[in-house]
């Protein structure tokens, strides 16, 4: 059983920071290929809140769930892991 008090983290890169209080992370994640067998990459883009707007394009942040902050939103950078 999962305990409902860990929010679910994940790793990505900042490929967007355009908007206000807002940034785009890319999950890239690797997966085998059903058919031919040989490892693929898909990536999955996340809207993250970023309150002070400290966060730049290239960042390797952390993201963590929360509660829905916007229509697209509901996603929180947590911190910074690698800066660009």
Same mark, same amino acid.
């Given at each position: 059983?999962?305990? +409902?008090?860990? @929010?679910?983290? /994940?790793? =990505?890169?900042?490929?967007? +920071?355009?908007?206000?209080?807002?940034?785009?992370?890319?999950?890239?994640?690797?997966?085998?290929?059903? /058919?031919?067998?040989?490892?693929?990459?898909?990536? @999955?883009?996340? &809207?993250? &809140? +970023?309150? /002070?707007?400290?966060?730049? /394009? =290239?960042?390797?942040?952390?993201? @963590?769930?929360?509660?829905?902050?916007?229509?697209?939103?509901?996603?929180?950078?947590?911190?910074?892991?690698?800066?660009?």
């Amino acid at each position: 059983m999962s305990s +409902d008090n860990q @929010s679910k983290t /994940l790793i =990505g890169q900042v490929v967007s +920071d355009k908007r206000d209080k807002t940034v785009t992370v890319r999950i890239d994640r690797k997966v085998k290929h059903p /058919l031919y067998g040989k490892i693929v990459t898909r990536s @999955s883009k996340y &809207h993250a &809140h +970023d309150e /002070l707007n400290q966060y730049k /394009l =290239g960042d390797i942040v952390a993201i @963590s769930e929360t509660r829905p902050k916007s229509k697209t939103k509901a996603w929180q950078v947590v911190r910074v892991i690698k800066v660009n």
